[in-house]
């Protein structure tokens, strides 16, 4: 059973800056993109951040130059660094996974954490 565990979220200063984890655990042989969506009240779920396994990535527009996402393979873990956060970034953050390949199956499949909110708020 794949499991998605993520942490960092929390309240902070307009300004601030937080850094948000996810690691997969499981019998994982390979994971295609690791990524960052967010969902704030009233709003339908964005992309933030996504990082295919060769090292690309995709940025939102309105993050793009204030967060980083990076990824550790060997650990199945996807992070997001946020600086110089806006109120506006206050949402649900949700780790994504997809193209997550089982040890001895064929199947891909895609995966979402349990979400971690982070408020930006003076």
């Known amino acids: 059973q794949v499991q998605l565990v993520e942490s960092g979220g929390g309240l902070v200063q307009p300004g601030g800056s937080l850094r948000l984890s996810c690691a997969a655990s499981?019998?994982?042989?390979?994971?295609?993109?690791m990524g960052w969506y967010r969902q704030a009240p009233g709003k339908q779920r964005e992309l933030v951040a996504a990082?295919?396994?060769?090292?690309?990535?995709n940025y939102a527009d309105s993050v793009k130059g204030r967060f980083t996402i990076s990824r550790d393979n060997a650990k199945n873990a996807v992070y997001l660094q946020m600086n110089s956060l806006k109120p506006e970034d206050t949402a649900v953050y949700y780790c994504?996974?997809?193209?997550?390949?089982?040890?001895?199956?064929?199947?891909?499949?895609?995966?979402w954490g349990q979400g971690t909110q982070v408020t930006v708020s003076s």
């Open positions: 499981g019998s994982i042989f390979s994971i295609y993109v």
């Open positions: 990082m295919i396994s060769d090292g690309s990535t």
């Open positions: 994504n996974v997809e193209g997550l390949v089982v040890a001895g199956s064929p199947l891909t499949s895609t995966f």
